[in-house]
């Protein structure tokens, strides 16, 4: 019989899976801590995955602010005004 139990879940090995593990274990980073395991690559994983994250939603929101200007202003041939 195996006398270890592993309290603390295992660490996910990439930035897809720790953002994973945040949407479905939030307090799993917390109790890997408290277990006293190192989390210092996790907080580098989940922070370049919240910047890209980031930049993901930034570009996405400027497009979309670029394409509905675009399409406001598409009749100034026609002498109607941009808005």
Do not use: H, K
């Amino acid at each position: 019989m195996n006398d270890s139990i592993d309290l603390a879940p295992r660490e996910p090995r990439s930035v897809l899976g720790t953002l994973d593990e945040l949407l479905r274990q939030p307090r799993a980073g917390l109790a890997r801590a408290r277990a006293g395991a190192p989390v210092r690559q996790w907080a580098l994983r989940v922070f370049a995955g919240t910047l890209c994250c980031w930049a993901l939603y930034g570009a996405g929101s400027d497009g979309m602010s670029l394409e509905s200007n675009f399409m406001s202003c598409t009749n100034v041939a026609a002498g109607q005004n941009c808005r």
